[in-house]
T-cell receptor
Framework: SQWGEENLQALSIQEGEDVTMNCSYK?????VQWYRQKSGKGPAQLIL?????REKRSGRLRATLDTSSQSSSLSITGTLATDTAVYFCATSSGSFNKLTFGAGTRLAVCP | GPKVLQIPSHQIIDMGQMVTLNCDPV?????FYWYKQILGQQMEFLVNFYNGKVMEKSKLFKDQFSVERPDGSYFTLKIQPTALEDSAVYFCASSLVGGNERLFFGHGTKLSVL
């Protein structure tokens, strides 16, 4: 598998708290993408970070990428109940955008 | 934003029957994908498709599976014959370009093989 962590992780927090989700990957990649999947829906991209970027921000989101340790993180500040979802990191390989997803983190934000 | 539509949202069929899952990708996108997700598990790549051809496929893309996009209409995934282990949610996705860019996903078709 491309990913180091194979099990779906679960986190439960209170609204307003900050949260950080981590993933590690085994094979070389130039890009890590983070997707969010809400119940009954398809994944939606949140943020894309390239290997020449150590950090990327978008609103309440912050992604980091450490190519030396082959790991990435996604932080959400001031969580809302609507952030409840499964969060996946994904790497891509080849010329035709084959995305490989990690096992994901199930985040529950309680109001 | 751009939307990928999948029809139907749920399909129930008997084992051994044929099923076709339909996807209407974002209109100007050129690359198309199918992913499989068993309940509570991660998304697994099946196949990608560009310029009328399969570019890459995974081990999950069995011989019983086929994809096509005739005349720029729906991008379809056909399974013939179906097996019990084909029960899953199938997600279609599309992208404007290949190579490490954003995929737009549909809401999925839940396939139940009885």
């Amino acid at each position: 598998s491309q990913w180091g962590e194979e099990n779906l992780q679960a986190l439960s927090i209170q609204e307003g708290e900050d949260v950080t989700m981590n993933c590690s990957y085994k094979t070389y990649t130039t890009v890590v993408q983070w997707y969010r999947q809400k119940s009954g829906k398809g994944p939606a991209q949140l943020i894309l970070i390239r290997s020449n970027e150590r950090e990327k921000r978008s609103g309440r989101l912050r992604a980091t990428l450490d190519t030396s340790s082959q790991s990435s993180s996604l932080s959400i500040t001031g969580t809302l109940a609507t952030d409840t979802a499964v969060y996946f990191c994904a790497t891509s390989s080849g010329s035709f955008n084959k995305l490989t997803f990690g096992a994901g983190t199930r985040l529950a934000v309680c109001p | 934003g751009p939307k990928v539509l999948q029809i139907p949202s749920h399909q129930i069929i008997d084992m051994g029957q044929m099923v076709t899952l339909n996807c209407d990708p974002v209109s100007n996108h050129l690359y198309f994908y199918w992913y499989k997700q068993i309940l509570g598990q991660q998304m697994e790549f099946l196949v990608n498709f560009y310029n009328g051809k399969v570019m890459e496929k995974s081990k999950l893309f069995k011989d019983q599976f086929s994809v096509e996009r005739p005349d720029g209409s729906y991008f379809t995934l056909k399974i013939q014959p179906t097996a019990l282990e084909d029960s899953a949610v199938y997600f279609c996705a599309s992208s404007l370009v290949g190579g490490n860019e954003r995929l737009f996903f549909g809401h999925g078709t839940k396939l139940s093989v009885l």
